[in-house]
Structures are given as structure tokens and as C-alpha cells.
């Protein structure tokens, strides 16, 4: 992957991949030149959510936390995510995979749910969550900025980027021409 082309850009490890982040509270853009002629764009992210997101929940210290994505500095995606487990007295739903505010249930439309988490949750093998989030965007021009960022409330936390962040597998753009 090369950073030159990202704004806040960084690289680490986890499960034995080199991944985009992690971020909390904070955008990452990456800005992709020498589009061939189009009117649609299909973006395609693989998104971890690590540790304790608590999708809708809206206690004023805990949630709820967003997750975004921007074309070109417009927003296409205003999303919720929950790594909470759903019992039947209490289960802290997530908007993903609509926009919010939607009531689904923790972990829908995951690809993948036992992975361990990455600070807080570090021993639990289902404290981080991974999908592949897709967008069919119309869109013209030689280059797309590309935005993904978060607002994550947790001020009951001493360590607010080791109780929950997000990263980025992979990132992947086609172009289409739709008439």
C-alpha cells in the first residue's frame, strides 16, 4: 500500500496482516488520480471494528458510535456498529448494514466475528469484527477523494482508543459507465 496518496495514513499489524490504522475519533483520506472516464464509482472497504463499539446506544457517555464515509468530501455513509454480545435482557443494537438509524442486531452483515480483540478486548476471541462494506456512488472526474473516519463516544473510559477503533484491510474502487 502506498501512503503517499493518504492523508493520516499509517500502517500496522494485526493477525499477521499489515492493515490501515488504527484509528479513534479521527479521518483517514486517500486520494486515487488517473481514473479512466466514468459516472459511477463502486467502493469496497474491509472494515474492523475493534474492541467494545457500542452501535446505537445513547447514554450520553457510551455511543452512539458512528463510523462514515465520504466521496469527494460529500457523505455517502452515516453507519453504527456494535461488538456487543445480544442477550435476551440486554442487547445494544447497530444501524450496519443500513445507515443510521436503523435497529439491527450486533454483528450484522459481518464477515467475519471471531477474531480477538485489539486493546481492550485483546483476549476475547470475538472482540473484533470484520466487513466488507460496498457503495455504488455516481461520481465523475479524473480523481475520488476518498474519506473513512468516526465519531466514537466513550468518555467513560480512561484509554478511549484502547476501548474501541477501526481499521482498514483493503480498499478497492472500480469505475462504471451507467447510461
Avoid at 23 to 42: A, K
Avoid at 51 to 63: A, M, T
Avoid at 75 to 104: G, K, L, W
Amino acid at each position: 500500500m502506498d501512503l503517499h496518496n493518504f492523508e493520516n495514513g499509517r500502517l500496522f499489524v494485526f493477525q499477521n496482516d499489515t492493515i490501515l490504522g488504527n484509528y479513534n475519533n479521527e479521518e483517514v483520506s486517500v486520494t486515487i488520480p488517473g481514473l479512466p472516464y466514468h459516472n459511477v464509482v463502486r467502493v469496497t472497504i474491509e472494515l474492523l471494528i475493534h474492541d467494545s463499539w457500542d452501535g446505537n446506544l445513547d447514554e450520553g457517555f457510551s455511543g452512539p458510535d458512528f463510523w462514515f464515509m465520504k466521496v469527494d468530501g460529500e457523505e455517502v455513509m452515516r453507519t453504527t456498529f456494535s461488538n456487543s454480545p445480544c442477550e435476551s435482557t440486554y442487547c445494544i443494537r447497530q444501524s450496519y448494514p443500513h445507515d443510521y438509524f436503523r435497529q439491527n442486531l450486533p454483528k450484522e452483515g459481518a464477515i467475519q466475528t471471531i477474531l480477538p480483540g485489539l486493546c481492550h478486548l485483546r483476549g476475547t476471541p470475538n472482540g473484533t469484527t470484520k466487513y466488507r462494506v460496498t457503495r455504488l456512488i455516481k461520481h465523475e472526474g479524473p480523481s475520488v477523494k476518498l474519506t473513512l473516519g468516526d465519531e466514537l463516544v466513550q468518555t467513560n473510559s480512561p484509554d478511549p482508543k484502547c476501548d474501541e477503533s477501526w481499521s482498514v484491510g483493503k480498499i478497492e474502487l472500480s469505475t462504471f459507465v451507467v447510461q
